[in-house]
């Protein structure tokens, strides 16, 4: 099992250029999401898959999008990146357990470091 | 909306000395509350969870943390601090049971001199 996986690990990227980051998880999670991770911020929630086909924005969603590919993958497309973008990203994944709500144990994937010059 | 805030961004200890991680949270429903640990250039790993089954809480690499309702408070403990537990802790809220997404705290650089 390799857990959560993104690719690519590193990225440098010029104002108004486009990427896309993807993230998979082999675990049959039904729940994905997508964090930036800023100095003195903790990690913030961009966007988050409740389960294939669904998509919602989190806190931060301004100047990206996503989409839930399958159950397995989950992509965060940057369309026009700023400075501001410049961040570590990390995917996650989680299957809710213990009843109605549950509790909500999610699971990492190692991080993107992407930065805009 | 709950928020947790996680009191000192740098925390110094000696080895073998106590750890002690602080964590607030708010919630108007009792929270689902956890704790990760990100050593350096890695992803998050979950130290251990607090689901209401039990105050007291034992994760991995030997550290704890006590729920206390009263006090709003989850801090996390390690009795003897290791060289290898330098590293970045994060406290986290189950933010919306409906939503199940996380809201983190800022998180805390804990630092272990020899």
């Known amino acids: 099992n390799a857990g959560v996986t993104q690719t690519p690990k590193f990225q440098v990227l010029k104002t108004g250029q486009s990427m896309t980051l993807q993230c998979a998880q082999d675990?049959?999670?039904?729940?994905m999401y997508w964090y930036r991770q800023d100095p003195g911020m903790g990690l913030r929630l961009i966007y988050y898959?409740?389960?294939?086909?669904?998509?919602d924005k989190g806190e931060v969603p301004n100047g990206y999008n996503v989409s839930r590919l399958n159950k397995r993958e989950f992509s965060l497309r940057l369309e026009s990146a700023a400075p501001s973008q410049t961040s570590v990203y990390f995917c996650?994944?989680?299957?809710?357990?213990?009843?109605?709500?549950?509790?909500?144990?999610?699971?990492f994937g190692p991080g993107t470091r992407l930065t805009v010059l | 909306a709950q928020s947790v805030t996680q009191l000192g961004s740098h925390v110094s200890v000696s080895e073998g000395a106590l750890v002690l991680l602080r964590c607030n949270y708010s919630?108007?429903?009792?929270?689902?509350l956890f704790w990760y640990v990100q050593y350096p250039n890695q992803g998050l790993q979950l130290l251990l969870k607090?689901?209401?089954?039990?105050?007291l809480v034992k994760g991995i690499n030997d550290f704890e943390a006590e729920f206390k309702k009263s006090e709003t408070s989850f801090h996390l403990t390690k009795p003897s601090a290791h060289m290898s537990d330098a590293a970045e802790y994060f406290c986290?809220?189950?933010?919306?049971?409906?939503?199940?997404?996380?809201?983190f705290g800022s998180g805390t650089r804990l630092q272990v001199q020899p």
């Open positions: 919630s108007s429903v009792p929270p689902y």
């Open positions: 607090y689901t209401s089954a039990a105050t």
């Open positions: 996650a994944s989680s299957e809710a357990e213990g009843g109605v709500g549950g509790y909500n144990e999610q699971f």
């Open positions: 675990m049959n999670h039904n729940s």
């Open positions: 898959s409740a389960s294939e086909g669904t998509t």
């Open positions: 986290a809220v189950n933010q919306d049971t409906g939503r199940r997404a996380l809201t």
